[in-house]
């Protein structure tokens, strides 16, 4: 199928034209790749997905008020890892960006839902399969080498300078991203429970919405909160085990339910509820548990004890101690991810990238 930017499309009766195209490939097909091209139509931005492999077409449209919230109608067909191998025209990536990607069709095979995980954020979309013969080739146009109204778009970006001037410099006083906050707003995880604790205070528990590993939790929310970290230690520092994130205010832990290896869960509380409750954690093992507290003792009581003035349930904590708190992988990539968030909210050409 001869489609490039500028090609005019009749997409089931829909009219539009190609503004951008992408290729992908999936490293968990076998290296499978198909196509998907950018479309303007009169109806708003569609996307045209085109797989000669497995002979599949499909055209959606952004559904971001799915946000997560995928009921019992869908079932999941697919999932994998999307890599960009080629990008040209008007698409927001490039290659050698990539993104988790699940995908779900309801009961009659027709309609579809996808789910793209990239690294800033998560993106929903639906549509609906398409047969060969309704995706037409109606003509082309020869994409434009430049853009009109420089003066103005010269103005739009000078008013950008100064905003972004002005955000980055009041911003950080106004606004301090917090773990909880990150992860209850996140569409990429679900509130599961609270665990109560002594002097009034709860943790909350989270489940990340696809399987994955505590690695890729902690780099989520890292990202989420711009590095802005006390410690990140891994129990021994091996793949895929429990994770403990400390900052100023917060204690999270990132681990496996006992119950389901393939789940991840979240639990964040203040640290005063670590200072003044030992529970184990919601659906954690005998080891994970026994972790969390000698974690908790080792990295932050004895400056909690300084802090709050309530009574401790690490009073005669007499457990065992962990000796390496932070100074590993996930400490180094938290100061990256943190002067990377500095050098953007000081820099004036800084932009972001939404998967598509």
Request: aromatic share 12%; charged share 25%; glycine share 8%.
């Amino acid at each position: 199928m001869n489609i490039q930017v500028g090609t005019k499309l009749r997409l089931d009766g829909l009219e539009g034209k190609v503004i951008g195209l992408i290729e992908y490939e999936n490293r968990m097909d076998h290296g499978n790749r198909w196509t998907e091209y950018r479309v303007s139509t009169k109806k708003g931005e569609r996307w045209l997905s085109v797989d000669e492999v497995y002979k599949e077409y499909s055209v959606s449209w952004a559904a971001n008020d799915v946000r997560g919230n995928i009921g019992p109608e869908w079932h999941k067909v697919d999932e994998g890892t999307q890599v960009v191998v080629r990008a040209q025209g008007d698409v927001d990536v490039e290659r050698g960006d990539s993104a988790r990607f699940v995908e779900f069709e309801d009961s009659t095979e027709e309609l579809t839902l996808s789910v793209e995980i990239w690294d800033d954020g998560t993106e929903y979309s639906k549509g609906e399969y398409l047969d060969l013969e309704e995706i037409e080739i109606i003509g082309y146009e020869k994409p434009k080498s430049g853009a009109p109204g420089c003066g103005l778009a010269l103005i739009a970006y000078a008013f950008v300078f100064i905003l972004v001037g002005i955000i980055s410099t009041v911003g950080p006083a106004l606004s301090k991203k917090t773990i909880a906050k990150f992860v209850s707003k996140s569409s990429l995880y679900e509130f599961v429970t609270s665990i109560t604790g002594n002097e009034k205070q709860k943790a909350d528990v989270y489940e990340y919405y696809v399987a994955t590993t505590t690695d890729t939790v902690a780099k989520s929310i890292i990202d989420g909160i711009e590095g802005d970290t006390e410690s990140v230690t891994q129990k021994d520092e091996v793949e895929d085990s429990e994770i403990a994130i400390v900052t100023n205010k917060e204690y999270c832990l990132i681990y496996h339910p006992e119950d389901n290896a393939e789940k991840v869960y979240v639990q964040v509380s203040k640290r005063k509820y670590n200072y003044t409750s030992d529970n184990a954690p919601y659906k954690s093992s005998d080891s994970d548990t026994t972790w969390y507290r000698s974690h908790y003792y080792s990295s932050s009581y004895s400056a909690d004890s300084s802090t709050y003035h309530s009574p401790s349930a690490y009073t005669s904590y007499s457990g065992d101690t962990v000796h390496n708190i932070g100074n590993g992988y996930f400490d180094s990539y938290s100061s990256s991810v943190r002067q990377s968030s500095i050098n953007s909210r000081n820099s004036s050409s800084g932009g972001v990238s939404s998967g598509k």
